[in-house]
């Protein structure tokens, strides 16, 4: 974007201010007061647009044109909205695109880029160069929305704590929900990367705080722990925020059970149930709540607050509505599950019974969470991969099925990491 654009577009905004009752000496004051402030911010944009325009060359295939048009973007949406604190940085050329957005308020900035971010993405390996030097750490990503989750979250963490640049495929299925700050390359995977990992699916790994030596990793494999990313929870929330479509979907759910009504606390429930009454998954440690933990944990809600309405999401619509005739709930009818996840997060609090799933849409809504506390069962293969401590949140409220008992209580193992 050119310095004059800039300038243009700022005059533009000046000219709609009313200076009908100011009069000319005033006016010309005030005129000239704005026109150098508009001239000092115009500046430092040129600065800014100049310093990643300079580094270009550097990095083979550059496409000058199309980095132009992008920070022309980018920079619209930061000058419609000047109360948002964001520093934006992107840096484009044939290969990569990196994206880093911080500050108070991205969501405006997000909005624009939204699900338009691949298209700036081409396909290659990453040209080393002294903007893009150092070492890089990848996921392997398995499983499905929840696990992919865990999975980028932790890897994210793990990443900001070794200093090391993370990589993503163009191609992971994350892209179809959330706008990923994270730098995309054909296969996602450093070169002449090691293969670290975890001992356990739900616990923490220390040592994958402070990789030693550094080194290109990649880091395995399901990485259901919190305290991987307990640093830059925020962080988190804002690189899984759906897309517009999907928020809107949510939204209209939610508007249509509600009815606009005032003061309502929409609590959501998740109900996991599917695959996991399968005989080799309850084998191996899997549970699912019986119904008097549901009702128990609505009547918590309901003695909380003065009027309390339910959304229900499951993956078993039947069980819950031949078992669970409650008044004030609604049931999703969960056709998309990202849809079922933004419509979760979007409530007050969250029941979860178990699953990645019903994890994160908890992590989400950052209210109040009931979690199931029968899980895994006890003395089984599960059990011995599970830590309490590492994967639910401390704030979290444990409930069985005949209500409260302290997490403590059932801890099935002590993790040594």
């Not at 990569?96 to 308020?105: A, C, E, N, Q």
């Not at 959330?178 to 070169?191: D, K, Q």
Request: positive net charge; glycine residues 6%; hydrophobic residues 40%.
């Amino acid at each position: 974007m050119k310095f004059i654009e800039i300038l243009h577009f700022i005059k533009m905004k000046f000219q709609r201010v009313n200076m009908v009752k100011l009069n000319s000496k005033l006016a010309l004051c005030f005129e000239l007061y704005f026109s150098i402030a508009i001239l000092s911010f115009g500046f430092v944009l040129w600065i800014h647009e100049t310093h990643l325009i300079a580094v270009l060359p550097k990095i083979e295939g550059t496409n000058k044109s199309q980095l132009q048009a992008r920070m022309k973007q980018i920079y619209t949406s930061i000058l419609q909205d000047s109360s948002n604190e964001l520093a934006t940085e992107a840096l484009y050329s044939n290969d990569v695109i990196v994206s880093k957005y911080v500050g108070t308020d991205g969501e405006k900035l997000l909005d624009g880029l939204n699900e338009t971010t691949t298209d700036f993405v081409s396909t290659s390996k990453i040209k080393q160069s002294p903007e893009l030097s150092g070492f890089y750490i990848s996921g392997a990503y398995t499983g499905r929305l929840g696990n992919l989750m865990f999975e980028y979250a932790s890897t994210l963490g793990i990443a900001k704590s070794n200093n090391l640049t993370m990589l993503i495929s163009v191609q992971n299925e994350l892209h179809k929900y959330f706008n990923l700050s994270v730098m995309r390359t054909e296969r996602g995977v450093p070169e002449k990367a090691d293969n670290i990992g975890e001992n356990g699916c739900c616990r923490f790994a220390r040592n994958l705080m402070n990789i030693q030596p550094k080194r290109n990793v990649t880091v395995h494999t399901y990485l259901q722990s919190f305290k991987y990313f307990q640093m830059i929870q925020e962080v988190i929330r804002r690189e899984f925020r759906f897309h517009t479509s999907i928020r809107e979907a949510a939204d209209m759910f939610i508007t249509n059970f509600t009815k606009m009504e005032k003061n309502v606390t929409l609590v959501g429930i998740h109900v996991r149930r599917g695959d996991i009454l399968l005989k080799d998954k309850i084998d191996f440690g899997y549970t699912v709540p019986s119904t008097s933990y549901f009702i128990n944990a609505m009547d918590y809600f309901r003695i909380q607050f003065s009027n309390v309405k339910f959304i229900v999401c499951s993956d078993d619509r039947k069980w819950w509505e031949k078992n669970m005739n409650l008044t004030n709930v609604v049931i999703s009818k969960g056709t998309k599950p990202e849809v079922d996840m933004a419509i979760l997060s979007k409530c007050d609090h969250v029941i979860i019974s178990t699953g990645t799933f019903g994890w994160w849409a908890a992590f989400l809504a950052n209210g109040i969470t009931i979690y199931y506390n029968n899980w895994p069962s006890f003395n089984t293969s599960l059990a011995r991969e599970v830590d309490h401590k590492d994967y639910f949140i401390p704030d979290w409220i444990p409930m069985d099925d005949n209500g409260f008992r302290p997490a403590s209580v059932t801890l099935l193992t002590t993790s040594n990491n």
